[in-house]
């Protein structure tokens, strides 16, 4: 059997992964949002085949067009940019073992 982690590190480049904070009310009652947080992680950023989308929620097949492999924690929502490129992880699939993530992700537009 394949050990996905490490066909993944021969993969992966480093990439910029932004997640946004949480925002917080000031002292005078208005919302203050939260700054986001930037950090450098390793993935694997590959298109996505029609077999794989059929795994990717319907409603988001057309925008989801790319997946993103990393040993690095991912979230739905955070902002993934890589080679002058940003992305959204638009959905996850839950990995009991393994040792990493696999996101869709969908192109924002510049």
Not at 53 to 78: I, N, Q, Y
Not at 81 to 104: C, E, I, K, N, Q
Request: without cysteine; aromatic residues 8%; negative net charge.
């Amino acid at each position: 059997m394949i050990d996905v982690a490490v066909a993944i590190d021969g993969e992966a480049v480093n990439v910029t992964r932004t997640r946004a904070a949480a925002g917080a009310y000031n002292d005078d009652g208005e919302w203050v949002p939260g700054s986001p947080d930037a950090a450098t992680i390793r993935a694997a950023i590959q298109p996505a085949s029609g077999n794989q989308l059929m795994d990717v929620p319907e409603g988001m097949r057309t925008e989801a067009r790319w997946l993103l492999w990393s040993r690095s924690e991912v979230k739905v929502d955070d902002m993934i940019t890589s080679g002058g490129v940003s992305y959204r992880v638009m959905h996850l699939w839950p990995r009991a073992d393994g040792g990493f993530y696999r996101a869709a992700i969908g192109r924002l537009d510049p």
